[in-house]
C-alpha cells in the first residue's frame, strides 16, 4: 500500500527556515539526503520532491475561453506544502514509523524539529478479494 | 515466424527455464542469493542474444553454462579480493563445466525454490517479488512495473528478500513432515495474493505480456504438475479459474466496477469455467476439503447461474457455513452474512453483520459498510443505506470501488 508524507508549513515557517544557520540548513539537508538513500536501501522509495516556496505559488482558475486567471494573496495562516515522499509499505503503521522519522529532521539550533508530516493513503486500483 | 513472436516464443521459453536452471545453479553452488542474480543475468542475456542469433540447441545448457561462468567469476573476484591466492581460484574450477543432468531433481528444486520464495520469514511483498523473478522468471523491471515503484526500489526489495533468506540459515533443501505442510501453505497464500493483486487492480499489475493473475494461475499450475495428489492445490487453481473467467464482465470500459449481480454473462469465459468447474469436480469427492476448494465452489456455483436470479443462494450459504467453521475470517463472515440475507432475508444478514462489528479486525472494514447498506437497502432503509455507502467510500482506498460506492449512495439519494 502506498502512502504520501507530506511536510506543509505556513508562510512564516518558511520564512523562519529561510533565517536558519548554515551549519543547520546543512545538517537538515545532509539528514534528508540520508534519508531519502535509506528509504531507497529498505525497498519501499517511490518518489520525493521538495516544492518552490509559497512566494512564488499562485492560486489558477479557468477565467472565460479558459484563460488562467491568477492569484497569489493567501491568508498568513494557509498551509503550503513543502515537499513530500511516496513510499509503498505493507501497513499503515510501518508509514507512520517512517513518518516519524521524517519528523525528527533536524531543526534550528541541532534540536529535533518534530515537524508535523501529514500521512494520507494513496488509492490505488488493488482490492483484497478478502480470502 | 514473425520477429515478434520468436520475441514472444523466447520470452516464454526463459521464463519456463528460469526456475529449472536456478534450481540446477543454487543446488551446485549452495548460495541462492548469488545463484539467482547469476541466473537473472544469464537470462538478460539470453534475452539480448538469442532474438539476434538464434536458439541455441540445447537452451537450458546454455543458460546453465552462462550462470555457472557469472557464479565462477564472482567466486573468483571475490576469492581474489580477500585471499590473493591462487588456490582459491584453482579450487573454483572444480565446479566445472555444467552437465545437463540432474533431471530426476528438477521438479524437486522447482519445488524447493517456491519453499524458499515464500519463507514465512519474509513479509508477503517480499515474497510475491521473490517469486515472481526466482521462479516466475521476471525481470526486476516488469515486477517493478507491476506494482507502481521505481526499478531501484524494487530491485532492493528483492536483494532484502534474499538477505532475509541468507540470514534465517534457510537451506535449499526440501523441508520435511509438518514444516513441509506449513511452508506448502505459505506457497499457497503467497500465489493467492499474487492473483489477487492481479485481478483487483485497474491500474499497474500490468506485466509486459499478460497480468499478474494470469502470472499466478501459470505458476499454480506450475504448482500443480508438482503436487498433483494436493486438494488445495487443485483447489486454488480451480478458484483462479473460476474467478478470472468472469474478468472482461467485471469492469465497464471506463474502468468502473460492475457488481457481480449486474454482469454481462454473456462475457464470462465459459472454457476456463469448465475447466475450473472439472478441476473441482474431480478434487472434491477426494475428501480432504480445504478453505480454497469450497471458495472455488462458491464462485462455481455463482459461474453456473444463466441469471443473476437463478443462482442457487442455498446452496452458497450452505458452503459458507463450512467455511466458517474452518477459518475464523471476518471477510468469510461477511460474506456468510450477506448469502443468509439472500435465503432467509435481509433481517437476517443485518444480525450477523451486527455480531461483525464487535470484530476489530473488520469493524472499521469498509466491506463491513458496504454489505450493511447493501442489506439495509434490501431492508427498504434507504437513507441508512445511503449513509453506509458514503462512510465505506470514505473510508476505501480503491479507486474504482470508492467511485462505484458514492454511485450507490449518489442513486438512494437521487
Not at chain 1, 536558519?20 to 538513500?37: I, L, Q, R, T
Not at chain 1, 519528523?103 to 508535523?116: L, R
Not at chain 2, 479507486?399 to 439519494?413: C, M, T
Request: with cysteine; charged share 25%; aromatic share 6%.
Amino acid at each position: 500500500m502506498k502512502y504520501i508524507l507530506m511536510m506543509n508549513g505556513t508562510k512564516a515557517g518558511f520564512a523562519e527556515y529561510a533565517k536558519w544557520s548554515k551549519k543547520d540548513m546543512e545538517a537538515n539537508v545532509a539528514f534528508m539526503h540520508a534519508f531519502n538513500k535509506q528509504l531507497k536501501e529498505e525497498g519501499v522509495f517511490v518518489a520525493a520532491e521538495g516544492l518552490g516556496w509559497p512566494d512564488q505559488a499562485k492560486l489558477v482558475r479557468a477565467g472565460k475561453d479558459g484563460t488562467p486567471i491568477t492569484d497569489g494573496v493567501f491568508p498568513e495562516s494557509k498551509e503550503f506544502l513543502a515537499g513530500y515522499w511516496i513510499i509503498d509499505v505493507e501497513s499503515p503503521e510501518q508509514a507512520y514509523k517512517i513518518a516519524a522519522r521524517a519528523s525528527a529532521a533536524p531543526g534550528p539550533g541541532g534540536t529535533s524539529g518534530s515537524m508535523p508530516i501529514e500521512v494520507r493513503q494513496v488509492l490505488g486500483g488493488h482490492s483484497d478479494l478478502g480470502l | 515466424m514473425t520477429a515478434q513472436a520468436s520475441d514472444f516464443t523466447i520470452e516464454y521459453l526463459l521464463r519456463e527455464l528460469t526456475p529449472q536452471v536456478l534450481g540446477i545453479v543454487a543446488r551446485r553452488f549452495r548460495d541462492f542469493a548469488a545463484a539467482e542474480d547469476a541466473v537473472q543475468e544469464a537470462s538478460l542475456a539470453a534475452a539480448m542474444r538469442w532474438p539476434r542469433d538464434g536458439l541455441p540447441e540445447n537452451p537450458r545448457a546454455w543458460l546453465t553454462q552462462v550462470a555457472f561462468r557469472r557464479m565462477i567469476d564472482q567466486i573468483r573476484s571475490e576469492s581474489a579480493r580477500r585471499l590473493r591466492e591462487s588456490e582459491a581460484a584453482m579450487e573454483v574450477e572444480q565446479f566445472g563445466a555444467p552437465l545437463d543432468a540432474a533431471r530426476e531433481s528438477e521438479q524437486d528444486d522447482t519445488l524447493i525454490l517456491l519453499f524458499m520464495c515464500c519463507h514465512p520469514a519474509l513479509t508477503p511483498a517480499s515474497a510475491i517479488a521473490l517469486t515472481l523473478r526466482a521462479v516466475g522468471g521476471l525481470t526486476t523491471a516488469e515486477i517493478a512495473h507491476a506494482f507502481l515503484v521505481p526499478e531501484a526500489t524494487m530491485a532492493q526489495r528483492i536483494s532484502r528478500s534474499k538477505q532475509s533468506i541468507k540470514e534465517s540459515g534457510i537451506a535449499f533443501e526440501m523441508p520435511t513432515g509438518k514444516e513441509r505442510e506449513q511452508r506448502l501453505r505459505a506457497v499457497l497464500h503467497v500465489l493467492y495474493l499474487i492473483f489477487n493483486e492481479g485481478y483487483t487492480s485497474s491500474v499497474g499489475a500490468q506485466l509486459r505480456r499478460g497480468d499478474l493473475s494470469q502470472e499466478a494461475i501459470r505458476l499454480t499450475r506450475i504448482m500443480r504438475k508438482l503436487q498433483p495428489d494436493d486438494a488445495e492445490v487443485a483447489g486454488l487453481l480451480a478458484l483462479m479459474l473460476l474467478t478470472d473467467a468472469r474478468r472482461l464482465a467485471r469492469t465497464s470500459a471506463d474502468g468502473e466496477l460492475i457488481p457481480l449481480a449486474k454482469q454481462d454473462r454473456a462475457l464470462w469465459d465459459r472454457e476456463q469455467i469448465a475447466e475450473g468447474v472439472a478441476l473441482l469436480s474431480a478434487t472434491l469427492p477426494k475428501g480432504s476439503v480445504g478453505p480454497y476448494q469450497l471458495q472455488a465452489a462458491i464462485a462455481a456455483v455463482h459461474d453456473e447461474a444463466a441469471r443473476a436470479e437463478e443462482t442457487d443462494w442455498p446452496q452458497i450459504l450452505a458452503l459458507y457455513e463450512l467455511l466458517r467453521r474452518m477459518s475464523d475470517n471476518p471477510m468469510v463472515m461477511l460474506n456468510h452474512a450477506i448469502a443468509a440475507s439472500m435465503v432467509h432475508g435481509a433481517t437476517k444478514g443485518l444480525e450477523l453483520l451486527d455480531a461483525l462489528q464487535e470484530d476489530a479486525r473488520v469493524a472499521d472494514h469498509h466491506r463491513l459498510d458496504a454489505a450493511r447498506a447493501h442489506l439495509l437497502e434490501l431492508a427498504g432503509d434507504i437513507d441508512a443505506a445511503a449513509r453506509h455507502y458514503r462512510s465505506a467510500a470514505a473510508k476505501t482506498a480503491n479507486l474504482p470501488e470508492r467511485n462505484f460506492l458514492l454511485a450507490q449512495a449518489a442513486r438512494l439519494s437521487g
